[in-house]
């Protein structure tokens, strides 16, 4: 019997991109099929979550993160631009967001092909390079190179906002009902497993009710 999880994952979070060579591997490896379901990051999900935030926690953030990179032999770079546009003051989303909004209906697009995980990976090694992943032509390269159809993904980001923003609300709503706020979330059965370093924690308990190797 073939497993389904979800995969709730953010374009802003440095822990999905990591996160997702081991995602890919499992789905490759197990008779699993892992089902995308993009969300908006916590900044505009939770408006005031960087306000009530320890003052220690971005520097320790930061310092993890390319520890983890290092670790898992991955490059990264921050984000030029960050996917969210922040206020001056670096705690509240600015009003207007020129990038996040279309990236995670791009995300969306290419869930509904089936594609979601190649997508997010493709996007998201342009995203987390440290270069300007709004170049023209940067996404749209890194779609197609993984096969995708990138003039399909950006038109139907475009045309079908209002459709895909609703599938958005969905993920969202069925991330708080597994019972997290976080990502990368999986979820398997309503329950939760929170963090790349979840992952194995996840597949155990998909083996121990019948998860199979892939033949």
Known sequence: MTHSIDLFWSFRSPYSYLALPRLVALEAEWDLIVNVRPVRPLALRQPDFFEREDPMWMGYLLTDVLRLADYLGMPIGLPSPDPVL??????????????????????????????????????SSQIWSGEDWTAPGVLESALTACGLDADALMSAAETQAERLDAVLAGNEAALTAAGHWGVPTLAYKGEAFFGQD???????RMQSDGLLART
Do not use: N
């Open 86 to 123: 922040m206020a001056s003051d670096r705690k509240r989303a600015a009003p207007d967001q020129p990038h996040i909004h279309r990236l995670t209906r791009i995300g969306l697009a290419a869930a509904e092909t089936g594609a979601g995980l190649a997508a997010l990976q493709a996007m």
């Open 198 to 204: 979840r992952i194995d924690l996840c597949l155990w």
